[in-house]
């Protein structure tokens, strides 16, 4: 399955990749020029085999208890400070975005940004969209943050969506992060340099749940 908002991406660099082939075999009576036909080719069809692998979304379902909370992002924990983790998305990784629990999407806030690097500390000033979400254990805050390649932060949702816990929220392109601010009452059941999946693996349970 491909990401939402990703088929127009794949289809135009097909296109281009098919033009150019097209021009190598039949329009071209100059080397230099066959040459660059062909180099063309080459570069946009390995774009769209990328494309492809980029913009997968696997079909996931989360693993626990409904109000054990799962990982929005596939990635690695790079900090996790009282209630806030921070998890990095690699340019291998899935870019599909879900809810952490269900609950009632109450604000969505979207800021366009700068180009810093996602796992920088600076890039505080990118491309983001802050969402807090209503849960049965208290509001639960989600920052989705662009990195510093076309940096576009596609959302799927709006203030008054509902969501079920796993289900989609949106996708970032091309480098990427994601910091999740616990309701009270959690703990954290990952730890730095953890590498985590999106809608699967359970990042943070209630404490007395914890404490069994």
């Given at each position: 399955m491909l990401a939402k908002g990703s088929l127009s991406w794949i289809l135009g660099m097909a296109f281009f990749a098919v033009l150019a082939w097209f021009g190598f075999n039949y329009l071209s009576d100059s080397f230099l020029?066959?040459?660059?036909?062909?180099?063309?080719?080459?570069?946009?069809?390995?774009?769209?085999?990328?494309?492809i692998i980029f913009f997968r979304d696997p079909k996931r379902?989360?693993?626990?208890d409904e109000d054990d909370a799962v990982s929005p992002a596939d990635g690695k924990v790079i900090s996790l400070q009282h209630r806030?983790?921070?998890?990095?998305?690699?340019?291998h990784n899935v870019h599909v975005n879900r809810a952490p629990?269900?609950?009632?999407?109450?604000?969505?806030?979207?800021?366009?940004?700068?180009?810093?690097?996602?796992?920088?500390?600076?890039?505080?000033?990118?491309e983001r969209n802050h969402v807090?979400?209503?849960?049965?254990?208290?509001?639960?805050?989600l920052t989705q943050i662009a990195g510093v390649l076309t940096r576009r932060?596609?959302?799927?949702?709006?203030?008054?969506t509902q969501l079920k816990r796993g289900e989609r929220i949106g996708?970032?392109?091309f480098g990427s992060r994601v910091d999740v601010t616990m309701p009270e009452g959690y703990v954290f059941t990952v730890k730095l340099n953890d590498s985590i999946k999106a809608g699967e693996t359970i990042i943070a349970v209630k404490k007395d749940k914890f404490c069994k």
């Open positions: 020029l066959s040459s660059i036909l062909f180099l063309l080719f080459i570069i946009a069809a390995s774009l769209t085999i990328f494309f379902t989360p693993t626990g806030t983790i921070c998890i990095f998305m690699n340019i629990l269900s609950g009632t999407v109450t604000h969505v806030d979207y800021k366009p940004g700068g180009y810093m690097p996602a796992f920088n500390k600076d890039s505080e000033v990118n807090i979400m209503k849960t049965a254990s208290g509001n639960l805050e932060i596609v959302s799927y949702i709006s203030e008054g996708m970032i392109r």
